[in-house]
């Protein structure tokens, strides 16, 4: 089912969306530097020539040397962030609300002295809401999941690979494991990854500690994580599917923070290299997803697995006919402090994954103190798995799964290594009897 987006119809107003905020990205960012003196100076002495040095669009630019503000929401300014460029020009809130509605900065005041624009005559119509109902239809194409990618991300994995250590004595069980992986990946080619992950204090630090990011950018960069960064690629992304599936999980109540520019850690190059191995280019988008799993409290299996069912629906109501894999990262079982450092449970770990496939909403409810107890404090980033399990099809009866691969070792490092690849057969198609 298509999201609803009636907001649009509402008469002289722009409702800044996903859509807005990437189409004004760039202008919403210029006015942010505004913020200090020494830029507001620099500004003031000669405009074009520091719109210039910013990649707006003509249309941007001119709405701003125009003062038109009208021209600049369209070409996706934010009334929030256009503030701080009319603070600079000297402008009062009320100068730059009159100035879009026709008005004197005197005719508006005295507007709101006298109680404000009335709300009749600036309503929807009520012929237009029911015109845009009626034509609302389900989609003739739409993306959908078609499977589900489980594995560890050991940065010692990535250093591995990147001093060509693979064929060592040590690391060569681990890497083939992921032998098949690899053909399999390249014979179900996604078109997007949703990828998630947990950054390990590469980007987010104690000053800003988000729950459930998503990243809506067009791009993010490989993080440089004190060995300076991995030889790999930075990762392309879908920054129109990630502003529809925001949209999706926002309005089913999920808080996320949205962010636009981040650099991308092991515990998402990792998965990649070992699905992918050398690459000059990662071969199909990905969307960012981190998961805070550092800072207790930290989300829990039941609502990392009703994010990935919720997941699911916004992918199956994008109006694109997209290949997506959900990726769950992380763990498994390993404590990386303390005492009890190198903690392995490999009968917890089997039992994990034996569940995962067979009876995953009932593992969904295992509470932290299991995980901490039994797999070790870092073996809580299993609760990401939960995600890409969530959005497999037979967790709503809507089809079925086929397990295509597992594997499992110790040590690789500090940790187990736990891998799973399912294949997702959405309308309970099974293998074989697609029409």
């Known amino acids: 089912m298509a999201l609803d987006k009636t907001y649009k119809l509402v008469p002289g107003t722009t409702i800044f969306d996903a859509e807005q905020s990437a189409k004004g990205y760039h202008l919403n960012q210029f006015c942010m530097s505004l913020m200090t003196a020494e830029n507001r100076a620099s500004y003031l002495a000669d405009e074009r020539a520091y719109l210039d040095a910013w990649p707006l669009r003509e249309e941007q630019k001119r709405a701003l040397l125009d003062r038109d503000l009208n021209a600049a929401m369209r070409e996706g300014g934010n009334i929030y962030f256009l503030a701080k460029w009319g603070a600079t020009l000297g402008l009062s809130f009320q100068q730059m609300a009159g100035s879009m509605t026709g008005m004197t900065e005197q005719e508006y005041r005295a507007m709101m002295v006298g109680g404000g624009r009335s709300v009749e005559g600036n309503r929807i119509d009520h012929a237009v809401l029911e015109a845009a ?12 999941v078609t499977g589900a990618v489980f594995t560890s991300h050991v940065p010692a994995i990535g250093a591995a690979m990147d001093h060509h250590k693979t064929e060592e004595p040590y690391w060569k069980p681990v890497f083939d494991g992921y032998e098949y992986s690899r053909q399999w990946q ?34 993010y960069a490989t993080a440089d994580e004190g060995y300076g960064p991995r030889p790999v ?42 699905m992918f191995g050398d690459v000059e280019q990662w071969p199909c988008k990905v969307i960012p997803f981190h998961v805070n ?31 997506v894999q959900v990726w769950g990262t992380g763990g498994m079982s390993h404590q990386l402090q303390g005492p009890r450092a190198g903690l392995i449970n490999r009968d917890w770990d089997n039992a994990f994954l034996d569940r995962l496939v067979n009876d995953p909403a009932g593992l969904a409810r295992l509470p932290h103190l299991d995980y901490v107890e039994q797999a070790g404090s870092e073996g ?19 089809g079925t799964v086929e397990t295509k691969h597992r594997f499992y070792h110790v040590p690789a490092s500090n940790t187990a290594v736990g891998h799973l690849i399912l294949e997702n057969h959405p309308r309970a198609e099974t293998p074989g009897t697609e029409e």
């Open 133 to 144: 109902y009626a034509a609302s239809a389900p989609p003739a194409e739409q993306a959908v």
């Open 233 to 274: 690629p930075g990762i392309e992304s879908d920054p129109d599917l990630a502003a529809h599936i925001a949209h999706s999980l926002i309005r089913d109540d999920f808080d996320l923070t949205l962010v636009n520019e981040m650099t991308v850690d092991h515990g998402l190059t990792v998965p990649l290299s070992l």
């Open 186 to 219: 390249r014979e179900n080619l996604p078109d997007v990854i949703f990828l998630v992950y947990n950054d390990h204090a590469s980007t987010f630090d104690l000053s800003l500690i988000p729950t459930f990011v998503l990243g809506t950018g067009a791009a």
């Open 293 to 323: 799993v550092v800072q207790y409290p930290v989300p829990s299996g039941a609502r990392c697995f009703e994010l990935g069912r919720a997941l699911r629906r916004a992918v199956e109501s994008y109006d694109r006919p997209l290949k």
């Open 380 to 398: 809580i980033e299993l609760v990401m798995w939960l995600i890409a399990r969530g959005a497999m099809s037979d967790i709503d009866g809507g």
